[in-house]
């Protein structure tokens, strides 16, 4: 079946230790995007990438790392620097780059990270 | 302000009521429009795309006013399953790539 996988659905974590998130896609999409959700507010972007070996800051991306060595995947680091990390993370792709306008985003079903 | 806002509810509608919602932005050179649902603790699902002549899809219309920059969503005939939270997303001016995500709208349906 063609789609986003994110795995794990649920990490725990230790303060102070660094965890890689994976989201993997097999839909051909051009473009990928991290977001974090907290109760009560929007989505807010991390990082995204719209080409392989290429990708961009977002809005929050302070703590976080990422890398986007083949189309399909898009993991996103967690680092001890984040100092908030506990959120619903979801990663989202997107099928093609067309100047001025903004395609559709297609989302995973998210990992639950809690920092214990 | 921001960027892009919603009424967060809940709005609470008996079963076959007509419902609507309302969302502002903040940019008016926004140029893509769309309704994201999302259930709980699910990411969020495509509902549709706004355009600016207006589009139905089902018991569905989302309508969009950019001399006043709101966009709106009415659900005709609720149904139970309806019951969730209503995303409203405008695209970020300047890149094609970035969405600007309101907080939602939570819908509750109910017999």
């Known amino acids: 079946d063609g789609g986003i996988t994110q795995s794990p659905k649920y990490l725990f974590r230790k303060e102070g230790q660094n965890v890689t998130l994976s989201c993997e896609q097999n839909?051909?999409?051009?473009?990928m995007y991290w977001y974090r959700q907290d109760p009560g507010q929007g989505l807010r972007l991390i990082y995204y990438?719209?080409?392989?070996?290429?990708?961009q800051k977002g809005d929050i991306a302070e703590g976080y790392s990422v890398s986007r060595e083949k189309k399909e995947s898009f993991p996103l680091t967690v680092t001890s620097a984040q100092k908030n990390p506990t959120a619903f993370y979801l990663c989202?792709?997107?099928?093609?780059?067309?100047?001025?306008?903004?395609?559709?985003?297609?989302f995973g079903p998210g990992t639950r990270l809690t920092v214990l | 302000r921001k960027e892009v806002e919603q009424d967060p509810g809940p709005f609470n509608v008996p079963e076959g009521a007509t419902v609507a919602f309302n969302c502002t932005y903040s940019?008016?050179?926004?140029?893509?429009f769309f309704w994201y649902r999302q259930d709980c603790r699910k990411e969020p699902k495509l509902l549709m795309s706004?355009?600016?002549s207006g589009n139905e899809d089902g018991r569905f219309t989302a309508q969009l006013n950019r001399a006043s920059q709101y966009i709106s969503l009415l659900i005709r005939d609720s149904k139970l399953s309806d019951s969730a939270t209503y995303l409203c997303?405008?695209?970020?001016?300047?890149?094609?790539?970035?969405?600007?995500f309101g907080t939602g709208t939570r819908l509750q349906v109910t017999l």
């Open positions: 989202a792709s997107r099928p093609r780059i067309v100047a001025g306008v903004a395609d559709t985003q297609y």
């Open positions: 839909l051909n999409h051009d473009a």
């Open positions: 990438s719209q080409i392989v070996n290429d990708f």
């Open positions: 940019n008016s050179a926004s140029q893509s």
């Open positions: 706004v355009y600016s």
């Open positions: 997303v405008v695209s970020t001016p300047g890149t094609a790539s970035k969405l600007t």
